[in-house]
């Protein structure tokens, strides 16, 4: 079983730029079939950002596609995501999650539920 870390959030003004880490320990994020970035705001329902699959391809929720990068340092076991031009309504605490088995179907892997391991979340403040 995979113990998940979240670190790198903070507050920072509007424009700016935070890069978020995930960092597994227990088993690798190659033994995954998916890796998600997920956000929850106050009141909102938990929300998904990125998704990346094990062959490096990826998927972007709209509010955050040229803004945000997923990557992976494998040598690390760690993911990240870089965010830059960050909008007060990306205020939210950030997720990173694992899923087992492989879907390419979106209305699947955009739903938290369907992830198996979950880190502790880190939050993230964006000041306007």
């Known amino acids: 079983q995979v113990q998940l870390v979240e670190s790198g959030g903070g507050l920072v003004q509007a424009g700016g730029s935070l890069r978020l880490s995930c960092a597994a320990s227990g088993r690798t994020f190659s033994s995954y079939a998916m890796v998600g970035w997920f956000r929850q705001a106050p009141g909102k329902e938990r929300e998904f950002v990125v998704i990346?699959?094990?062959?490096?391809?990826?998927l972007y929720a709209d509010s955050v596609k040229g803004r945000f990068t997923v990557s992976g340092d494998n040598a690390k076991n760690t993911m990240y995501l870089q965010m830059n031009s960050l909008k007060p309504e990306d205020t939210a605490v950030y997720y990173c999650a694992v899923r087992r088995s492989l879907s390419t179907v979106a209305a699947v892997v955009m739903r938290p539920n369907e992830y198996d391991f979950w880190g502790q979340g880190t939050q993230v403040t964006v000041s306007s």
């Open positions: 990346s699959w094990s062959d490096r391809s990826t």
